[in-house]
C-alpha cells in the first residue's frame, strides 16, 4: 500500500480512516508522522514520505503526531490475513516474543534464521525486528504513563525497556515530550477506574457489527474462566509474567477495555491478545464487498455490515474447548469445561466479579484420568491424545504458527475431523478463510437460504468467498435464533 504514492496521498487528502494502520504519513518541513484520517490539513504533496509501520517512521527521525495519535490505530489487516514468515513474525513480536526471548527467539519460533527473518522484515516493513518491538515498547510506555500511577521506573521496567534512561530518550523521541510532561497533558479518554486497573480504548475500523461477535463469546464462555456482568463480557487471562482479568463492552467507535494486571509487563501483551480475540484489525470493507457479490449473502451483509470473527486469547485453550463441543450442545460443552476448569484450573481472585480460575494449562491437564471424563471412550482418547500433543509442544497454535502444517497435525490426530480442524483455525489460528461446512448451524442456514446443504457442495459453492470464509460463516450462523447471535440484556 505504502508504495503507491498516488493511493497513498487521496488516502490523506479525503482523511479515509479505513486506511489507518495500513501505512503512515510522514511530513519531510515538520518531522512527524500521522495516520491517514489525521483531522489537521493535509501537508502539501512534496512534503509527504510513506511508510508501512510506525516503526520505520521512528527509524527514519519522525516523531509521533499529537493530534492523531498514529501509534494507537488499529494495526493493519494483513498481519491476521496472512501466514507467510512476516505476518507471522508480526504477530510474534506483538505477543511480546521479542521482549522475552530477543531476536534469536523469534527466529527459533518462526524456524529460521536471524538473518532471514531481520531481512525479511526491513524489506517490507522498512524496520527489523528491534525497531518494531521498540515502537510496541514505546506505545506501551504511553499507556501506562497515561492511565496509570506508577512511577516513572515503574512504567519504564513494565513496558519493556532495559533501564530508565533509554525509556526517557525513547519517550522523548517518539513522542517530543518528557514523560512526566505526557502524564501532565494527557489522560485524555483514558482514566484508571480503579486501584490497579488500567481503562483505555481499543479502536477499530468501521463497521463494526458486535452481536454475533460478543454473543458467541458470552454464550460459549466456560463458568469461571468467563461472565456477562454489567454489560461487558469479562474473562481471566494467563499472561507470561502473571495473570489478568479484562473487561470489553462495545461502543459505537470502540471498545471499552479495563485490564488488571498482577504485572504490569503483561500489559502490551494482554492488549494484543484481546484485540486478536475481537478481530478488531479487520477490514470489514474488504471483506464485505467480496462477500456482497454473492446474492444470497448481500442482503445479509447490507442488514448487519462489518461482522468479526470471534478468535480466542490461547490457541491451546481453544482446542481442547472445540474437542469438548463435538456433537454436544453449547450448554452441555460449558458444562464439560467447567468441570475440567474446577479439577485442574489455576484458582484466582476477582474482587470485582465473579471470575474464579484460569483456563489449566495443557502441563496441568497431561495426568488428566479419562475416566473422570462424562463422555464417551473415543472421545476420551481425542481429549487425551490432543493434551499429551500440546503438552509436549508438538504442535503450535500460538501467535505464530503455521496455518497449513497446524492443520495437518490436528488431523492427523484421531477423532479429529474437518469440523474440529477447521473450528481451531478460525478461532485459534485466526485464519480468516476457514471453513466449518459440516456445522450443523450452517447447514440449517444453507437450507433456509437455499444454498447447497451437503458439505461438499456448500464448499465449492463458497469458493468464491475466498479468502474471507470465516467472516461468511458468521453472517451464515447469524440467520439463526441461537444465543450466539445477540448480546444479553444487562
Given at each position: 500500500m505504502h508504495e503507491c504514492r498516488q493511493r497513498c496521498v487521496r488516502a490523506v487528502q479525503s482523511k479515509d480512516a479505513r486506511f489507518d494502520g495500513w501505512f503512515f504519513t510522514a511530513v519531510l518541513t515538520t518531522r512527524i508522522y500521522c495516520r491517514p484520517s489525521c483531522p489537521v490539513a493535509p501537508p502539501k504533496v512534496e512534503n509527504m514520505m510513506f511508510y508501512p509501520s510506525a516503526a520505520a517512521a521512528q527509524q527514519a527521525g519522525f516523531r509521533a503526531c499529537k493530534r492523531c495519535r498514529p501509534d494507537a490505530s488499529p494495526g493493519s489487516p494483513e498481519w491476521n490475513d496472512r501466514a507467510d514468515l512476516v505476518a507471522r513474525a508480526i504477530r510474534l513480536i506483538a505477543d511480546g516474543v521479542v521482549d522475552r526471548d530477543g531476536v534469536p527467539g523469534l527466529a527459533a519460533q518462526l524456524g529460521y534464521s536471524v538473518r532471514q527473518?531481520?531481512?525479511q522484515l526491513?524489506?517490507?516493513?522498512?524496520?527489523?525486528p528491534l525497531a518494531l518491538a521498540r515502537a510496541q515498547r514505546a506505545q506501551t510506555a504511553r499507556l501506562l504513563i497515561e492511565t496509570s500511577d506508577l512511577q516513572m521506573a515503574d512504567v519504564a521496567f513494565a513496558a519493556g525497556f532495559s533501564s530508565v534512561r533509554t525509556f526517557n530518550e525513547t519517550v522523548q523521541e517518539v513522542f517530543a515530550l518528557?514523560?512526566?510532561?505526557?502524564?501532565?497533558?494527557s489522560r485524555r479518554g483514558t482514566t484508571t477506574t480503579a486501584p490497579g486497573t488500567i481503562s483505555l480504548r481499543l479502536p477499530f475500523r468501521a463497521p463494526l457489527t458486535p452481536d454475533n461477535l460478543f454473543g458467541h463469546l458470552i454464550a460459549t464462555g466456560v463458568p469461571g474462566v468467563e461472565e456477562w456482568r454489567d454489560g461487558h463480557y469479562r474473562r481471566t487471562l494467563r499472561l507470561p509474567h502473571g495473570h489478568g482479568v479484562v473487561a470489553l463492552k462495545p461502543m459505537p467507535d470502540h471498545i471499552t477495555c479495563q485490564l488488571s494486571l498482577t504485572d504490569q509487563r503483561d500489559l502490551a501483551i494482554a492488549i494484543s491478545r484481546c484485540r486478536r480475540m475481537l478481530d478488531?484489525?479487520?477490514?470489514?470493507?474488504?471483506?464485505?464487498d467480496l462477500l456482497s457479490t454473492d446474492p444470497v449473502l448481500a442482503p445479509l451483509i447490507a442488514k448487519a455490515p462489518g461482522r468479526r470473527v470471534p478468535h480466542t486469547v490461547d490457541g491451546e485453550e481453544f482446542a481442547v474447548r472445540a474437542v469438548l463441543g463435538q456433537q454436544v450442545s453449547?450448554?452441555?460443552?460449558?458444562?464439560?469445561?467447567h468441570r475440567l476448569v474446577l479439577r485442574h484450573g489455576e484458582p484466582i481472585g476477582d474482587p470485582a466479579g465473579g471470575l474464579t480460575h484460569l483456563f489449566p494449562t495443557m502441563q496441568a491437564l497431561?495426568?488428566?484420568?479419562p475416566e473422570s471424563l462424562a463422555f464417551p471412550k473415543s472421545r476420551r482418547t481425542t481429549l487425551t491424545?490432543?493434551?499429551?500433543?500440546?503438552?509436549?509442544?508438538?504442535i503450535d497454535l500460538g501467535a505464530g504458527s503455521d496455518w497449513d502444517r497446524a492443520r495437518e497435525q490436528l488431523a492427523a490426530l484421531p477423532g479429529i475431523g474437518p469440523w474440529t480442524v477447521e473450528s481451531i483455525a478460525m478461532r485459534s489460528l485466526g485464519d480468516p478463510d476457514a471453513f466449518v461446512a459440516s456445522d450443523l448451524g450452517i447447514r440449517y442456514a444453507a437450507r433456509a437460504l437455499g444454498l447447497p446443504e451437503a458439505?461438499?457442495?456448500l464448499i465449492a459453492h463458497a469458493r468464491a468467498w475466498r479468502p474471507w470464509r470465516a467472516y461468511a460463516v458468521q453472517y451464515l450462523w447469524a440467520t439463526g435464533d441461537h444465543a450466539i447471535n445477540t448480546i444479553p440484556a444487562e
Open positions: 527473518v531481520q531481512r526491513q524489506a517490507e516493513l522498512g524496520a527489523g518528557a514523560p512526566t510532561e505526557l502524564r501532565t497533558r478488531l484489525d479487520a477490514d470489514p470493507v474488504a471483506v464485505d453449547t450448554a452441555a460443552a460449558r458444562t464439560h469445561g497431561a495426568g488428566l484420568d491424545t490432543l493434551i499429551e500433543t500440546l503438552a509436549a509442544g508438538l458439505p461438499r457442495s
